[in-house]
């Protein structure tokens, strides 16, 4: 023992977060997703809706983050549309990539060169984020707002607006997927992790720095599986045969599922999801998974659709309804089928 009992020999740093019940909302058992995921083939996700429009070298046809874009996916058979969510100053929920942008001051003479300033998307209210146009930013934020305020006004909005939509929610930030985990028993959570990527700067957090401890923290807290950039599944299949035998669930993204051929031996290898920047060029116009096995349900239980001969799209556009005369109930059978309560899966 040293001779001297106030001389400090050692520091221990605990690491923690407080998870607050989620104000003014009650979550209780009616229907709960977190850990449930049917069984089909691998599932098109549209990435910031119909694609990357800012850095990428083949950029998007329609802006990311957008209506258009949300839509334009959808109409192409995205069974899920991937964006990013973020708070502005006076707490509107904003869809945008990044967490910073840029502002250009006003010049005095047009000869005098642009300069540009980068702020936090946090720092601007809704109005003033309605002035700017597109930025990109190349850092990282060392404050944010407080986890429990920002996760609960995000849940809320969602779940005040989600409907009946499949809601999955997913982040690099670990500590948000075990707090999203805790905070609500609705909807899925997937852990993002960077991987060994030779593409992207390496992650602080080590939990999402190798697939291999992303799984691992993902069994851990009971989330619903993880999602792996491509370049570390194409290299080590092993990875999605391991996080299935853990009961997870797998999704990939990255620039190699954009390539016909990755996304080829991705859906080979058995993942669950793959995320798509060029989903109109990969798949027709088309619907989704989930409108194809709903109108086939609707087929057994709605006599004037089983003789239908129409494509299965033209249920679902209203551009161009079912033409179907084999039944004097037809327009009462489309209505049903767009207000029909929706099965669990």
């Known amino acids: 023992m040293s001779r001297n009992p106030r001389k400090t020999i050692g520091k221990v740093r605990e690491d923690y977060i407080i998870i607050k019940p989620i104000q003014g909302y009650t979550c209780n ?13 691998t599932l098109d996700v549209g990435h910031r809706g119909a694609g990357h429009s800012t850095t990428t070298a083949k ?6 983050n957008t209506i258009a874009s949300l839509r334009n996916a959808a109409s192409h058979g ?52 309605q002035l700017l146009k597109d930025g990109q930013w190349d850092g990282n934020l060392s404050t944010y707002f407080n986890m429990n305020l920002f996760l609960d006004i995000i849940l809320k909005t969602v779940w005040m607006n989600a409907g009946r939509r499949r809601i999955v929610f997913s982040s690099f930030h670990a ?10 028993n609705k909807c899925p959570v997937l852990f993002l992790t960077q991987g060994e990527s030779k593409l992207h700067p390496e992650l602080m957090d080590l939990r999402s720095r190798t697939t291999s401890i992303a799984i691992t923290f993902a ?6 599986g993880i999602n792996v950039p491509s370049e570390d599944l194409l290299r080590n299949p092993s990875f999605i045969k391991r996080a299935k035998s853990k009961g997870l669930v797998i999704f990939s993204w990255g620039d190699d599922t954009n390539d016909p051929d990755n996304r080829k031996k991705l859906r080979e290898y058995g993942v669950h999801g793959l995320l798509d920047d060029r989903i109109y060029d990969s798949n027709p116009e088309q619907p989704n998974i989930f409108q194809v096995e709903q109108l086939e349900r609707l087929k057994k239980e709605l006599p004037e659709l089983k003789s239908c001969v129409c494509p299965t799209l033209s249920h679902f556009k209203s551009v161009s309804p079912c033409k179907c005369h084999h039944s004097c109930l037809e327009e009462n059978a489309v209505d049903n089928l767009k207000t029909v309560q929706m099965q669990k899966d």
């Open 29 to 41: 058992m009616e229907a709960s997703y977190a850990k449930y995921w049917k069984p089909r083939t």
């Open 59 to 64: 950029l998007a046809k329609v802006q990311e």
């Open 78 to 129: 995205a069974a899920y549309v991937e964006f990013e969510v973020h708070l502005s100053k006076d707490y509107v929920l904003i869809v945008y990539h990044d967490l910073t942008c840029c502002m250009a001051m006003k010049k005095k003479l047009d000869t005098e060169p642009l300069e540009l300033f980068e702020i936090a998307v946090k720092e601007l209210t809704f109005d003033q984020l």
């Open 175 to 184: 500590d948000i997927c075990t707090m999203v985990r805790h905070k609500q």
């Open 219 to 224: 069994q851990f807290e009971n989330l619903l």
